[in-house]
């Protein structure tokens, strides 16, 4: 077996065996159909507050800027469809990806162990990065270009097997490897996600306007909320994951075997009143490790006052 194949082999069974979904490979360049397309939204302020995502724009096309040499990058997705969905019943809603530990130190952990692996296996002189939601990297168009899926009408990624309740994450590297190709759009006519957002941040297919979504209210934006979204909050207080509920590609969402994940158990049982009366005590207990301790206590407390505001 001639090296290309060997070494692209052994990627695609180490993600199988560290508990990655799926594993997708692209050869490093510069994303030409992504960067007028990441320009214009930019233009049009669609990022609201976020102001990172205006900085280093060139590192976010080019992963030669992030890792200089890289010949590849390696795509992976990893599940975290909850066993139980905690939104049913009336109680106010988090997102799904924050219902246990802080996907950031699990998933980077399992990628320091795989890039450590591929240097025992390629060579200890190889360079690489590993990044999971933590750097400039165009995730969702590099998954897409590795064939993991593809970019759907919400702006997220999908996955005909498994929708889109996963992260991504990627390894950028100077190792040469054998690239899979992109898949097609199977959203066709759908627009289900479009039609079931209650603040139409959905702008036009494919773009969000960040300013009008709930996950960009409830947990970027560190300014009071802006009026006129009161009544059409629908009760989430971290996140929001409407127009991935409503998406038919999440039929085929399975649940998740990563006990890190799995919710605090007094998460289970917070009633609309407990959340009303959360202390700050309480809040570090439940949320000890959780990716919720991003809008930190005054922010979630914000966001529950702005749910209820409704009801006044």
């Known amino acids: 077996m001639n090296p290309l194949q060997k070494h692209t082999d052994f990627v695609k069974k180490t993600a199988n065996a560290l508990g990655f979904s799926y594993c997708g490979i692209a050869k490093a360049g510069f994303l030409e159909e992504e960067a007028p397309k990441l320009e214009q939204w930019l233009k049009n302020g669609y990022q609201g507050k976020m102001g990172y995502l205006e900085n280093h724009f060139d590192k976010r096309l080019d992963p030669q800027k992030l890792v200089p040499g890289s010949k590849s990058i390696i795509s992976l997705i990893y599940n975290y469809f909850p ?46 990065r590993v990044f999971v939601d933590s750097a400039p990297v165009h995730e969702r168009a590099w998954a897409a270009k590795a064939g993991l899926g593809w970019i759907g009408k919400n702006s997220l990624l999908l996955n005909k097997s498994m929708g889109s309740f996963f992260f991504l994450a990627e390894i950028i590297c100077d190792v040469e490897l054998i ?74 969402s399975y649940p998740h075997q990563e006990t890190a994940f799995l919710p605090h158990e007094q998460l289970e049982k917070v ?26 206590f005054k922010g979630l407390k914000r966001n529950i006052s702005y749910s209820t505001s409704k009801d006044l």
Not at 90 to 112: E, P
Not at 210 to 238: H, Q, R, V
Not at 272 to 296: C, G, P, Q
């Open 179 to 252: 690239a899979d190709g992109p898949v097609k759009d199977y959203c066709g006519t759908c627009t289900r996600c479009i039609d079931a957002c209650p603040t139409d941040a959905i702008a036009q297919p494919y773009v969000v306007d960040a300013n009008k979504c709930i996950s960009y209210l409830t947990i970027e934006l560190k300014d009071e909320l802006p009026s006129g979204f009161e009544d059409k909050m629908e009760d989430w207080i971290f996140g929001c994951d409407i127009c991935q509920d409503v998406c038919p590609w999440n039929r085929f």
């Open 271 to 296: 009633s609309k009143r407990d959340w009303e009366e959360l202390t700050e005590e309480t809040f570090r207990v439940i949320f000890k490790n959780s990716a919720v301790k991003r809008t930190k």
């Open 83 to 128: 066993p139980k969905d905690l939104t049913d019943g009336d109680s106010f809603k988090i997102a799904k990806y924050a219902y246990g530990k802080d996907y950031h130190f699990v998933i980077k952990d399992k990628l320091k162990t795989f890039f450590e692996l591929m240097k025992e296996e390629v060579s200890q002189e190889i360079e690489g």
